[in-house]
């Protein structure tokens, strides 16, 4: 019985852990910060070419296994490190499209709301893909491939540099 409450306050603290981390609650904004200071760069090719099937199947015919699986470990480290500063970026673009989504232009709240959308998705979608690719590291379980989180960045840095333009943001989508 203790164990079963134990497992029950556990869950529910990683529940409400990954709920305030979705949301965006791990970067807080001044009112006098620059959103641009808190962008960690993401070199949004470098990311696909790590995370290509095609390169991945390329790497694996052309190298020995031995060498395969530690380069494969570097490549999945590299695209960790990816997906968490684009969830740290989707974070500070969060707390700014919230602050867009009180504009009294509706076709910029509008933009904002997509942008808070899009950028909660991308961190649910980093905090799903970096378990797998540090289990991929350990055990080998064939292509970890977290598109996903590619194509939400770049849709996510296409709607800030549009709202950029309807709502001046000091710099952020000149950071991207």
Do not use: W
């Not at 409450?5 to 981390?21: H, K, M, Q, W």
């Not at 380069?71 to 974070?91: D, G, K, V, W």
């Not at 076709?107 to 942008?115: G, K, S, Y």
């Amino acid at each position: 019985m203790t164990i079963t409450i134990a497992l029950v306050v556990l869950s529910a603290l990683a529940l409400v852990s990954l709920a305030r981390l979705a949301k965006g609650q791990a970067v807080v904004l001044r009112s006098d910060d620059n959103p641009a200071e808190h962008i960690r760069f993401v070199d949004v090719e470098a990311f696909r070419n790590l995370i290509d099937p095609d390169e991945e199947e390329y790497l694996r015919r052309r190298l020995h296994p031995a060498e395969f699986r530690k380069i494969q470990r570097a490549r999945l480290r590299a695209a960790a490190e990816y997906i968490s500063c684009a969830a740290h970026n989707a974070a500070v673009l969060l707390r700014v499209a919230e602050a867009a989504r009180l504009s009294s232009d509706p076709q910029v709240a509008r933009m904002a709301e997509e942008l808070v959308e899009n950028a909660i998705r991308l961190r649910l979608y980093a905090f799903q893909a970096i378990p797998r690719l540090y289990v991929a590291m350990i055990v080998p379980l064939g292509q970890q491939s977290p598109v996903r989180v590619v194509d939400r960045y770049e849709q996510m840095t296409r709607q800030i540099v549009l709202l950029g333009l309807q709502y001046p943001m000091r710099g952020v989508s000149a950071a991207l």
